[in-house]
């Protein structure tokens, strides 16, 4: 089992469409979870970390669900401009001061006009 | 601010053949890594290191160097390059150990080793 999965999708949706993408780990001693987006041969860029509380910015909202080690990423009225690889990352402490951060192989998002 | 930088952005390499890929940043983070992104994985680590002059190994260190005498430069050395080693070659750096605080992502090294 992968230690992070997500559906690689591509998820195809319209203008103005919410869109859910969820995410499993498997190391329960994670301790830290993330949403990075990266756009068509660029870089990753940090979307948003996700709090245990869980959390909104804008039309973003991520949640985590630590008893069944999922997290979520919601998008609101989706835009053109929203179209992109979302990659999940979650940091895990192994061998006591070991941290190490594990990515997803990402979920596409194609927004359509 | 220029933030993460790397050099080349595109190399075709022989079997066999070394070479270093570059990477600097700006922002006197003392955390920075290497990763690699092949098609269908996650980006994997390679090496990293939490200041000048301390380096560790990653998940797939294998093939590769790396070494850090300043705080700015974080060279990745491939010693004898394998068809295997063609990827996406991506460095970061972040204000503190992993997961701990956002890593920033330099632009990219393409790398084909035919």
């Known amino acids: 089992r992968k230690e992070v999965e997500q559906d690689p999708g591509p998820f195809n949706v319209p203008e103005g469409a919410t869109v859910a993408f969820n995410c499993t780990y498997s190391?329960?001693?994670?301790?830290?979870f993330f949403w990075y987006r990266q756009d068509c041969r660029k870089e990753p860029k940090l979307l948003m970390s996700?709090?245990?509380s869980g959390n909104e910015d804008g039309r973003f909202t991520a949640q985590l669900n630590r008893a069944s080690q999922y997290i979520s990423l919601l998008i609101r009225d989706s835009k053109l401009s929203d179209s992109a690889t979302y990659l999940c990352v979650v940091n895990a402490v192994y061998g006591g001061a070991t941290n190490k951060l594990i990515f997803g192989t990402g979920t596409l998002l194609a927004v359509q006009p | 601010n220029a933030g993460v930088t790397q050099t080349p952005k595109f190399q075709v390499l022989k079997t066999g053949q070394s070479m270093t890929l570059q990477c600097a940043q700006d922002?006197?983070?003392?955390?920075m890594s290497w990763y690699r992104q092949d098609p269908g994985m996650g980006l994997r680590l390679i090496h990293y290191s939490v200041g000048a002059g301390i380096t560790d190994q990653g998940e797939v260190p294998n093939g590769y160097n790396v070494s850090r005498s300043t705080t700015e430069d974080f060279p990745l050395r491939l010693l004898s390059a394998a068809p295997s080693q063609t990827s996406v070659y991506f460095c970061?750096?972040?204000?503190?150990?992993?997961?701990?605080?956002?890593?920033?992502f330099g632009p990219g090294t393409r790398l084909t080793v035919t």
């Open positions: 970061a750096s972040s204000g503190a150990a992993a997961g701990l605080s956002e890593q920033y």
């Open positions: 922002m006197n983070h003392e955390y």
């Open positions: 190391n329960s001693a994670s301790q830290s």
């Open positions: 996700v709090y245990s």
